[in-house]
């Protein structure tokens, strides 16, 4: 089961940063995403990070401004947003699949519920 936390409302220009703990799991060997769903849109995956190393790829629509990452400490995966904007305005859900490396795409396995996150003045 896969949880995510620290959504919330921002102002353009803020950060958030978005964790999602995993209970039943090691994160450790699953490659690992960030989608996201904005109201009368289609999912998009935004960044992914392999299940081997630290290899990345992020949506040209945030690269620059997120950043995921790995925390097998203590089995999460996290999503730091800065230069928030209100195109970010979203339901940001973590994914997880056990393909070996980076997986970019949208047939992961494992979904968290999601948690929302708001960028307005």
């Known amino acids: 089961q896969f949880v995510e936390s620290g959504g919330g409302l921002v102002q353009p220009g803020g950060s958030l940063r978005l964790s999602c703990s995993a209970s039943g799991s090691t994160l450790d060997r699953y490659a690992l995403a960030w989608f996201r769903q904005a109201p009368g849109k289609e999912r998009e995956g935004i960044a992914f990070?392999?299940?081997?190393?630290?290899?990345?790829y992020y949506d040209p629509s945030v690269r620059g401004r997120f950043t995921i990452s790995r925390h097998n400490a203590n089995n999460t995966v996290s999503l730091q947003m800065n230069g928030l904007k209100p195109e970010d305005t979203a339901l940001y859900f973590c994914?997880?699949?056990?393909?070996?490396?980076?997986?970019?795409?949208?047939?992961?396995?494992?979904w968290g519920q999601g948690t929302q996150v708001t960028v307005s003045p």
């Open positions: 994914a997880a699949d056990e393909f070996n490396g980076l997986f970019i795409g949208p047939g992961y396995r494992h």
């Open positions: 990070i392999s299940s081997v190393d630290d290899a990345a």
